[in-house]
């Protein structure tokens, strides 16, 4: 498994989560909901048909991970933030709201060639059922499919689409060969997972601003507000790694990978001998359960697990201050409840 999980399932929210419990008025936020929800059905249906291909094997294989589920994290993103303006073009909505998630999933094709997958979202991974190669392909086919649907949306959409598909591939350099000789190894994993998932996130929430005709300073806070989004979304995977077994997946799953997290490498930078004795066990082998649960047992009771939570929860209350320049509609409390959700899971 990559640094920068792409998307697993205890990361995601829907839309009835973040729309039931928001403050705008019940009438706008049940119009909100409605409006979201007929999207999201919009999309999904387009996203099998955008995966289709002249070959049985390849449809097949380009829709293998659409078929296994997914939250749509990015399309909820990008119809939700279509809601801060009076009009919405539907048609691009769809459209942006399937070029993201085809972009996403295709990036996932590729991250389960790199770690070795064996399974994705619950179901056999596309490198295991085929081979590597024709995952990688297949991975390759969704980014062209995204390519050539934002193209019907104009050269501002695809050059935006271009810089962010630019982004995820230095991410994924950046993480594969790790930091360089004197970088704060803390620092490069928040440069890592900026690109790899803050990226196209924060491209889901301006694609939704722009199908509403919002202006360029509020474009431009609804791209900070994702870039932030996305670190807390997965900074708090980091968290939940270690602090929860009631996600579905194994507690400790990245310690045992040796994946670095947020709360290991703050624990990293410590001169304390204890807690240079505790990274040292973190960095053993720990295949073994019982070495495991030792770790995992120390690093819940450590303060570093306190100073984690501060960071994920200083980067919502700063992608929130970000939502106070869009408009007050349900949507702005929509973005705003999706960061508090967020949050919430790692306390």
């Given at each position: 498994?990559?640094?920068?999980?792409?998307?697993?399932?205890?990361?995601?929210?829907?839309?009835?989560?973040?729309?039931?419990?928001?403050?705008?008025?019940?009438?706008?936020?049940?119009?909100?909901?409605?409006?979201?929800?007929?999207?999201?059905?919009?999309?999904?249906?387009?996203?099998?048909?955008?995966?289709?291909?002249?070959?049985?094997?390849?449809?097949?294989?380009?829709?293998?991970?659409?078929?296994?589920?997914?939250?749509?994290?990015?399309?909820?993103?990008?119809?939700?933030?279509?809601g801060?303006?009076?009009?919405?073009a539907?048609?691009?909505?769809?459209?942006?709201?399937?070029?993201?998630?085809?972009?996403?999933?295709?990036?996932l094709?590729h991250?389960?060639?790199?770690?070795?997958?064996?399974?994705?979202?619950?179901?056999?991974s596309?490198?295991?059922?085929?081979?590597?190669?024709?995952?990688?392909?297949?991975?390759?086919?969704?980014f062209?499919?995204?390519?050539d649907?934002?193209?019907d949306?104009?050269?501002?959409?695809v050059?935006?689409?271009?810089?962010?598909?630019?982004?995820?591939?230095?991410?994924?350099?950046?993480?594969?060969?790790?930091?360089?000789?004197?970088?704060?190894?803390?620092?490069?994993?928040?440069?890592?997972?900026?690109?790899?998932?803050?990226?196209l996130?924060?491209?889901?929430?301006?694609?939704?601003?722009?199908?509403?005709?919002?202006?360029?300073?509020?474009?431009?806070?609804?791209?900070?507000?994702?870039?932030?989004?996305?670190?807390?979304f997965q900074?708090?995977?980091?968290?939940?790694?270690?602090?929860?077994?009631?996600?579905?997946?194994?507690?400790?799953?990245?310690?045992?990978?040796?994946?670095?997290?947020?709360?290991?490498?703050?624990?990293?930078?410590?001169?304390?001998?204890?807690?240079?004795?505790?990274?040292?066990?973190?960095?053993?082998?720990?295949?073994?359960?019982d070495?495991?649960?030792?770790?995992?047992?120390?690093?819940?009771?450590?303060?570093?697990?306190?100073?984690?939570?501060?960071?994920?929860?200083?980067?919502?209350?700063t992608?929130?201050?970000?939502?106070?320049?869009?408009?007050?509609?349900?949507?702005?409390?929509?973005?705003?409840?999706?960061?508090?959700?967020l949050?919430?899971?790692?306390?």
């Amino acid at each position: 498994m990559t640094v920068a999980r792409a998307e697993s399932d205890r990361s995601a929210l829907d839309a009835g989560s973040v729309l039931a419990t928001d403050t705008a008025s019940p009438d706008s936020r049940d119009r909100l909901e409605a409006d979201v929800r007929r999207r999201l059905e919009r999309v999904e249906t387009g996203l099998l048909a955008a995966a289709e291909a002249n070959s049985d094997l390849v449809t097949e294989a380009a829709q293998h991970i659409i078929r296994s589920g997914g939250k749509r994290f990015r399309p909820l993103l990008v119809a939700t933030a279509a809601g801060l303006g009076e009009q919405v073009a539907e048609d691009a909505l769809v459209v942006a709201a399937e070029v993201v998630e085809l972009t996403h999933v295709a990036s996932l094709y590729h991250d389960d060639v790199m770690d070795e997958a064996e399974v994705r979202r619950g179901a056999e991974s596309a490198n295991q059922r085929w081979q590597n190669s024709i995952a990688i392909l297949v991975g390759d086919y969704l980014f062209a499919r995204a390519s050539d649907l934002v193209a019907d949306l104009g050269p501002v959409w695809v050059q935006l689409q271009a810089r962010t598909f630019a982004r995820l591939v230095q991410g994924q350099i950046a993480e594969t060969v790790g930091p360089a000789a004197g970088d704060d190894p803390l620092e490069h994993h928040l440069r890592v997972l900026a690109d790899k998932t803050g990226s196209l996130i924060a491209t889901s929430c301006v694609f939704g601003g722009m199908t509403a005709g919002l202006s360029q300073p509020e474009l431009d806070a609804l791209g900070a507000y994702g870039e932030e989004i996305g670190l807390v979304f997965q900074l708090s995977d980091d968290l939940i790694d270690i602090t929860s077994d009631q996600t579905g997946k194994e507690p400790g799953t990245d310690l045992r990978a040796g994946v670095p997290t947020l709360p290991t490498l703050m624990l990293a930078g410590s001169d304390d001998p204890e807690d240079r004795a505790l990274t040292e066990l973190i960095g053993s082998d720990l295949s073994d359960p019982d070495r495991l649960d030792e770790v995992l047992t120390r690093l819940r009771a450590h303060p570093v697990i306190g100073r984690a939570r501060d960071h994920v929860r200083g980067r919502a209350a700063t992608a929130q201050q970000h939502l106070q320049q869009l408009p007050d509609r349900a949507a702005r409390a929509a973005l705003a409840e999706i960061a508090d959700q967020l949050v919430d899971r790692v306390h």
